[in-house]
Nanobody, 122 residues
């Protein structure tokens, strides 16, 4: 099986910064896309940023000017640096990965972390 473990959740003031870390472990041949999603109370889960194994990244409009997603393919890890935090960034942040389990099978399977809480409040 595959596990995604997140860390880096914070309680920060507006204007602060955070760095989220997610590491995947288990039966992994390769991971094409890794991403961060978030879900605020009473709202749907939304994509924050995603990055492919080649390093191509995309961001939600709400974070793109103040966030950087990166990854270490050798470690099966993805990182999110977010600056100039706002109260509306408050949410549970989830790591997501599309995992190819076997060299002989091109199917990718979707895995999620357990979530890490980010709270931005004065």
């Amino acid at each position: 099986q595959v596990q995604l473990i997140e860390s880096g959740g914070v309680l920060e003031h507006p204007g602060g910064s955070l760095r989220l870390v997610c590491a995947a472990s288990g039966r992994i041949f390769s991971i094409h896309t890794m991403a961060w999603y978030r879900q605020a109370p009473g709202k749907q889960r939304e994509l924050v940023a995603a990055i492919t194994s080649a390093g191509s990244a995309n961001y939600a409009d709400s974070v793109k000017d103040r966030s950087t997603i990166s990854r270490d393919n050798a470690k099966n890890a993805v990182y999110m640096q977010m600056n100039s935090l706002k109260p509306e960034d408050t949410a549970v942040y989830y790591c997501n990965a599309g995992v190819r389990l076997y060299r002989w099978n091109r199917n990718e399977y979707d895995y999620w972390g357990q979530g890490t809480q980010v709270t931005v409040s004065s």
